[in-house]
């Protein structure tokens, strides 16, 4: 499986600002992917991110909220912008080989919105 | 809509115990259902399966999938307390390889 790091790990932050996540890949991937998971709940697909073209985001999910990058087949960036205490979650990156393989999740990070 | 759903939420037993979870699945363009343990932030990969009456197994745990009747288990034997986790069942789509999740299963293990 592939060696996935995740920066920050953990983040205090203030209403309205933003904050950017790194999720780095010790190989080439094809699929990478930005998940939530709120205070008590499962995980929810935010986005499919693209390599070279714009994010593939769900149902309820926008750009201008969740931005993300994916230069090349190894890094991917998700930002929160505008943060409110409702983005109080842990956010995690996966990433696949293909779409026929498993997915590997990342470390995660904590993100508290006061 | 896609949905996975799993039962029991959650589940307390004693060391030694045997444990079976369960996942039921109603969606689109299936290709794989994938279980993870997650204990602390990031889920841990456990298994993937694609194919029918397979049994997956790794030490003691094991799992299997019934595309006919959509659902898998898994299952634990011999429980210990670092079994304690919440234990997610994604089903896989073939068209985008995104994972719908269950809610998930919280096991408590005790001495």
């Known amino acids: 499986s592939a060696v996935i790091s995740q920066k920050p790990s953990r983040d205090i932050c203030q209403r309205g600002t933003s904050l950017t996540i790194q999720c780095q890949v010790d190989s080439q991937v094809t699929m990478m992917f930005w998940y939530r998971q709120q205070p008590g709940q499962s995980l929810t697909l935010i986005a499919t991110a693209n390599q070279g073209s714009e994010a593939t985001y769900e149902s309820g999910f926008v750009i201008d909220k969740f931005p993300i990058s994916r230069p090349n087949l190894t890094f991917s960036t998700l930002t929160v912008s505008n943060m409110s205490p409702e983005d109080s979650s842990i956010y995690l990156c996966?990433?696949?080989?293909?779409?026929?393989?498993?997915?590997?999740f990342g470390p995660g990070t904590r993100l508290t919105v006061l | 809509e896609d949905k996975v759903v799993q039962s029991p939420l959650s589940l307390v037993v004693h060391e030694g115990d045997t444990v079976t979870l369960n996942c039921s699945y109603e969606?689109?363009?299936?290709?794989?259902l994938l279980w993870y343990k997650q204990e602390k932030k990031a889920p841990t990969f456990l298994f993937m399966l694609t194919s029918s009456g397979i049994e997956k197994k790794s030490g003691r745990l094991s799992s299997i999938l019934d595309k006919k009747e959509l659902f898998s288990i898994l299952n634990i034997t011999a429980t210990q307390t670092g079994d304690s986790a919440v234990y997610l069942c994604?089903?896989?789509?073939?068209?985008?390889?995104?994972?719908?999740f269950g809610q998930g299963t919280t096991l408590q293990v005790k001495p």
């Open positions: 994604a089903v896989s789509l073939s068209n985008t390889g995104k994972l719908i």
């Open positions: 969606v689109t363009n299936f290709r794989s």
């Open positions: 996966s990433v696949g080989r293909d779409v026929a393989n498993e997915q590997f």
